[in-house]
């Protein structure tokens, strides 16, 4: 099969798997054991937690049991230190993980006050639009780096900056840029960032969130028997992921260009054309006329896989939030697709599923 959803997931890497193996064989004691088999497991944490807060300028490393969990782990945080009262600055286009959990938290808390930034039709939000809501009450924001589900590269720079200005804590989905696209944690002004190992090539089942060091670090690990193999698996797939970050941009500017020269002009591209703008890794599309859960099955019939939207979507059957946030009709929204890409995806691959969605097109408009 053609494998083309890696924003969903990743298969582990072999640097990675080897770490996984290395340290289960290994270093397998209780890391909170007082003997030597546990100090052993310790250390290898340690050096683990090391290694990625190396990833981001420095910052310490709290590890969540996922990506999503990060999210909320940062929200949780910064809402409860103000009891859950005061005004938070988002917008509808991010992760399920984070809007949703807004979307309670306001129905919840009813000195909570969440509001929705606007984001224009290629997803960007503009530090004029974050800079005019803010309120004296204002005590977070959160705006994704990436966004998941078209790729558009935000200016968090710029809205930092906006944000730093008014004593605002700032915190950003990084999931879909960790590894891929430079994060300017300190330029940006950001409070906190999260991530995802599964996203880079790491073991499943683990997030993590980077602290600035303007907020006061937290325990690095959750409750219970750390799991030592998969964080050390996480570090490792972390560093290599940045050691061919550039490389790899390289590989995938070319490889997403192809792929949308090749593809009917009716396919609609959703994002940003400016390729500073754009992550490489993803491509959003809108099928004329096609539902996009049809297009879907098309493809993994033709041993293609793609995707609707984000996979923390599931069960949700109604066209992704992030496209009528773009100002998509109904029906349009329904019809988009995501293509995802990454450093193992070939040329060889992208012709051929070009060269099938070009076919799901015709053999829909011939039986029409």
Do not use: W
Not at 263 to 269: F, I, S
């Amino acid at each position: 099969m053609i494998y083309l959803d890696y924003a969903a997931t990743t298969p582990m890497g072999p640097e990675a798997l080897h770490v996984y193996h290395e340290v289960a064989g290994n270093y397998y004691g209780n890391a909170n054991s007082l003997h030597t088999r546990g100090t052993d497991a310790a250390n290898v944490l340690q050096a683990a937690l090391a290694t990625l807060g190396q990833t981001i300028d420095d910052a310490s490393v709290t590890i969540t049991r996922s990506g999503s969990e990060a999210n909320q782990h940062v929200i949780h945080r910064f809402l409860s230190a103000k009891h859950f009262q005061g005004h938070i600055l988002t917008c509808r286009t991010e992760h399920p993980s984070i809007r949703d959990y807004l979307r309670t938290l306001d129905e919840q808390y009813p000195k909570l006050h969440v509001e929705n930034v606007p984001v224009d039709e290629r997803g960007n939000i503009h530090p004029i639009d974050v800079e005019t809501r803010i309120k004296p009450d204002t005590i977070l924001a959160t705006f994704a780096h990436v966004q998941h589900e078209i790729g558009t590269i935000r200016d968090i720079r710029a809205i930092g900056t906006v944000l730093a200005r008014a004593d605002v804590p700032f915190h950003s989905d990084c999931v879909q840029s960790y590894g891929k696209i430079h994060i300017p944690m300190q330029d940006a002004r950001l409070s906190a960032i999260s991530t995802a190992a599964h996203k880079i090539h790491g073991p499943k089942g683990l997030g993590a969130v980077f602290f600035s060091t303007t907020v006061e670090p937290t325990h690095g690990l959750p409750s219970g028997t750390a799991d030592g193999p998969a964080i050390a698996a996480f570090a490792e797939a972390a560093d290599v992921q940045m050691k061919r970050r550039r490389e790899a941009n390289t590989h995938l500017r070319a490889l997403r260009a192809k792929m949308a020269e090749q593809l009917p002009v009716e396919y609609q591209v959703v994002g940003e054309s400016a390729q500073e703008k754009q992550s490489p890794y993803i491509l959003g599309l809108c099928l004329p006329e096609m539902e996009g859960q049809e297009a879907m099955l098309a493809c993994d019939r033709q041993g293609i896989a793609i995707a609707t939207g984000s996979a923390c979507r599931s069960g949700d059957h109604g066209p992704p939030e992030t496209l009528l946030a773009l100002g998509h009709s109904f029906d349009t929204a329904r019809t988009f697709v995501r293509l995802s890409f990454s450093h193992e995806t070939s040329f060889a691959e992208i012709d051929e599923a070009a060269m099938q969605l070009t076919n799901i097109r015709s053999r829909r408009t011939k039986n029409a």
